[in-house]
């Protein structure tokens, strides 16, 4: 007798954007992020280890560097790599591991700057023990720091999340382009989501698509509104790349 499939250890979470499309997030559990955490913490005790070599012959103003080394590796290295390398820290992307916002959208400087500061009372008393108890306590295994962001760790699909780019059959070299003025949050994730489901339609129904976008494309033809769309929706994939 077969059984029934098990449920998967890590919950998914689905989001409905305005135009009817579903972004499914694959939310990591505890242990995902514990793996994680420990892989950024052995690189961030090499670099340290590294500083405090060089600081130790340089004397007295050696001994400051270090405390700024410590700081910056300690605070600044998580913010840093989450707002600049898709809110990846070298530990979450070797673990195939990403933090976003509630909604899907790539974090900003705000929510990281808030989800890191709150590690101070996650760590509390010892080992992330308050951290650890409160992503027991939610379904979506949040600590302080992410209730407060308003972020999710989520397990990310680096070939069905990257950026579009020279390897996609909708064109070579791409790039990214910053959107000519504020979007709202429907907005970025009706974008996020046409730039990754575009492989999927033909050329004409993209290009459709893309000059349906208004204000975005205006005054540029379907297949120059299509690639602008993807050059803005690489942009708030977090892709930098020209």
Not at 188 to 212: D, F, G, V
């Amino acid at each position: 007798m077969t059984g029934a499939p098990a449920d998967p250890l890590d919950s998914l979470r689905r989001i409905a954007t305005p135009e009817g499309c579903e972004i499914e997030l694959r939310v990591a559990g505890p242990v995902a992020r514990a793996r994680a955490w420990f892989l950024d913490f052995l690189l961030r005790l090499g670099l340290w280890l590294l500083l405090a070599m060089a600081a130790a012959q340089i004397g007295n103003f050696g001994a400051g560097l270090l405390l700024l080394g410590a700081f910056l590796l300690e605070w600044w290295y998580p913010i840093i790599f989450e707002v600049y390398r898709h809110g990846q820290t070298p530990g979450k992307k070797a673990c195939g591991l990403a933090v976003v916002h509630d909604d899907g959208r790539p974090v900003g400087w705000s929510a990281a700057f808030i989800r890191n500061t709150l590690r101070s009372v996650d760590m509390l008393p010892l080992m992330y023990a308050t951290g650890f108890i409160t992503s027991l306590l939610n379904a979506e295994g949040k600590r302080l720091g992410d209730l407060a962001a308003g972020t999710l760790v989520v397990h990310v699909d680096e070939s069905a999340h990257r950026p579009v780019g020279a390897d996609s059959p909708l064109g070579s070299g791409v790039g990214s382009e910053a959107p000519p003025f504020v979007l709202t949050r429907e907005e970025q994730l009706a974008i996020i989501e046409y730039s990754q489901r575009a492989e999927l339609l033909t050329p004409e129904r993209a290009a459709e698509l893309a000059i349906a976008a208004g204000p975005l494309c205006t005054g540029l033809g379907g297949e120059a509104a299509r690639r602008r769309l993807l050059r803005i929706g690489n942009f708030l994939l977090g892709s930098r790349a020209s």
